[in-house]
């Protein structure tokens, strides 16, 4: 599954970015997927205290924007602090 034509028929069915450097390549120009393609190689992850919470903050950032409550700058703001204060506990 993992390997050559396996993977590009998974990648393909589920849409999501490759992990492996060899079809990242491909990926770039994808519409959909290139912006996740390009970010593949440099992207970091961070330790969460509580990955839902974390989430959930992240879904409630993003609400918040689309439905007009805040605007970004004030999104990113509130869901700063709230991460802030998840992880200082």
Do not use: C, H
């Amino acid at each position: 599954m993992t390997a050559g034509e396996g993977a590009v028929s998974y990648l393909t069915a589920a849409v999501r970015p490759s992990a492996r450097r060899d079809l990242i390549d491909q990926q770039k120009s994808d519409p959909d997927l290139g912006v996740f393609a390009e970010q593949a190689l440099t992207a970091r992850s961070w330790f969460q205290i509580d990955n839902a919470a974390v989430e959930k903050i992240f879904a409630d950032m993003i609400d918040a924007v689309n439905l007009g409550r805040l605007s970004v700058k004030d999104a990113l703001r509130d869901a700063e602090s709230k991460v802030t204060v998840l992880m200082s506990r």
